[in-house]
């Protein structure tokens, strides 16, 4: 059974930084692409960042620069460093792994809170 387990939330001033991470059993980060999601209250769950098996990585506008998506295979964990964070960054981030072959594997964690404020 594949399991995501997020850590790293937390509460943190306007232009701090946080590190979050996205700890995966049950099989290897290295064969799905794997990316962080974000809902903040009242809206749509929103793709942040994502990084597939050949570690290509995209990033919504709003991010770009000020985030980066890694993935330690060796750890099988990925990881989202946030600098330079916005009160607009307030939100519950989710971690997700899919991939494809004769069928489709999706799996989510749990969510962490990620709340920028003063």
């Known amino acids: 059974q594949v399991q995501l387990v997020e850590s790293g939330g937390g509460l943190v001033q306007p232009g701090g930084s946080l590190r979050l991470s996205c700890a995966v059993s049950?099989?290897?980060?290295?064969?799905?692409?794997m990316g962080w999601y974000r809902q903040a209250p009242g809206k749509q769950r929103e793709l942040v960042a994502a990084?597939?098996?050949?570690?290509?990585?995209n990033y919504a506008a709003s991010v770009k620069v000020r985030f980066t998506i890694s993935r330690d295979n060796a750890k099988n964990t990925m990881y989202l460093q946030m600098n330079s964070l916005k009160p607009e960054d307030t939100a519950v981030y989710y971690c997700?792994?899919?991939?494809?072959?004769?069928?489709?594997?999706?799996?989510w964690g749990q969510g962490t809170q990620v709340t920028v404020s003063s």
């Open positions: 990084i597939t098996s050949g570690g290509s990585t």
């Open positions: 049950g099989s290897f980060v290295s064969i799905y692409t």
């Open positions: 997700n792994a899919v991939r494809e072959d004769l069928r489709r594997y999706d799996y």
